[in-house]
């Protein structure tokens, strides 16, 4: 079963507007990491928190995690029409280096 | 630059035959993953492999199976493809649990 849920399924914005993608898992983690997927492509590490982290930043890109709600949000600002793609995350567990998925969002940055 | 590949980047092939995907890095990784992707589903994991002659089932191993012989490859093998089987597989290696995932581009298998 997927340990991560990724919430909205689908998100429609105008380019310059902020994109807010959220995920839910089940269980303890050791990390939890966000990919991008370019239609056709594989996946693209965009961002790894530690379960002690509560945010981090790179770029345009701010994640946070909450260990309490078990839960993780993705920030894009200033999207751009290039950052239409797929946004996935994923977790790992113990000592385990595996990675359980999401589902995913589909975000569309139109001009 | 590093770098992993997957190949053939696509196939068609018959129910009952078997069918071996290729995946090779540069990365010097000794972890290395096969996952599946299906609308709906995400990734699931398929084999894994933390070292060379290590082998491991993932959440959905059945009808496939792998082998590490040397630390650059792990191919992935449908014993005798199954329709259900139709599917983007990608391959993805990392460092260790705290390091990320590089993963290739993908395989598209058609089983008719």
């Known amino acids: 079963s997927q340990q991560g849920e990724e919430d909205p399924q689908a998100l429609s914005i105008q380019e310059g507007e902020n994109a807010t993608m959220n995920c839910s898992y089940k269980t303890s983690i050791n990390n939890l990491q966000w990919y991008r997927q370019n239609s056709g492509r594989g996946l693209v590490h965009l961002i790894l928190?530690?379960?002690?982290?509560r945010e981090k930043h790179s770029g345009r890109l701010r994640v946070t995690l909450d260990t309490s709600k078990k839960s993780s949000s993705l920030l894009i600002t200033a999207s751009r029409a290039a950052d239409t793609a797929s946004y996935f995350c994923?977790?790992?567990?113990?000592?385990?280096?595996?990675?359980?998925f999401g589902t995913g969002t589909r975000l569309q940055v139109t001009l | 630059d590093a770098e992993i590949t997957q190949s053939p980047r696509h196939k068609i092939t018959e129910t009952g035959r078997q069918v071996t995907l290729a995946c090779h890095q540069t990365w010097n990784h000794n972890n290395m993953f096969w996952y599946r992707q299906d609308l709906g589903h995400g990734l699931r994991l398929i084999h894994y492999?933390?070292?060379?002659?290590?082998?491991n089932k993932g959440e959905v191993s059945d009808g496939y199976s792998v082998s590490r012989s040397n630390t650059e490859d792990l191919p992935l093998t449908l014993e005798s493809a199954a329709s259900s089987q139709t599917s983007v597989y990608f391959c993805?290696?990392?460092?260790?649990?705290?390091?990320?995932?590089?993963f290739g581009d993908g395989t598209r298998l058609s089983i008719l």
């Open positions: 994923a977790i790992t567990t113990g000592t385990a280096s595996k990675l359980t």
């Open positions: 993805a290696s990392s460092e260790n649990s705290y390091q990320p995932q590089h």
């Open positions: 928190i530690r379960s002690n982290e």
């Open positions: 492999s933390y070292g060379v002659q290590d082998t």
